[in-house]
Nanobody
Framework: VQLQASGGGLVQPGGSLRLSCATS????????MGWYRQAPGKQRELVAA???????NYADSVKGRFTISRDNAKNTVYLQMNSLKPEDTAVYYC?????????WGQGTQVTVSS
């Protein structure tokens, strides 16, 4: 399973970005897909996750601002990020779990700055 994240960039505080993570390979049994982020000097943390059935989980810091969604037919996961804050600046990674294995994408940089 390979994951390719895209959509990062530079945005002003209060702005929006939409991240996408496309999968390829043998992806028919992917269950949960998610987004993590890692800021400089900090540990990687969960941002949001979504199961194949559509159940979602969010970090408290992004609730009400970020929305995770997925297209099961394409095994693609999205992260709509609104009302971005400077503290959201980080490298964002997508991941997916399938048959007790976890796969990671390469990361996409999100910078929130005026």
């Amino acid at each position: 399973v390979q994951l390719q994240a895209s959509g990062g960039g530079l945005v002003q505080p209060g702005g929006s970005l939409r991240l996408s993570c496309a999968t390829s390979g043998r992806t028919g049994l992917i269950n949960t897909m998610g987004w993590y982020r890692q800021a400089p000097g900090k540990q990687r943390e969960l941002v949001a996750a979504i199961t194949r059935g559509g159940s979602t989980n969010y970090a408290d810091s992004v609730k009400g601002r970020f929305t995770i969604s997925r297209d099961n037919a394409k095994n693609t996961v999205y992260l709509q990020m609104n009302s971005l804050k400077p503290e959201d600046t980080a490298v964002y990674y997508c991941n997916a779990d399938q048959l007790m294995s976890v796969y990671w994408g390469q990361g996409t940089q999100v910078t929130v700055s005026s």
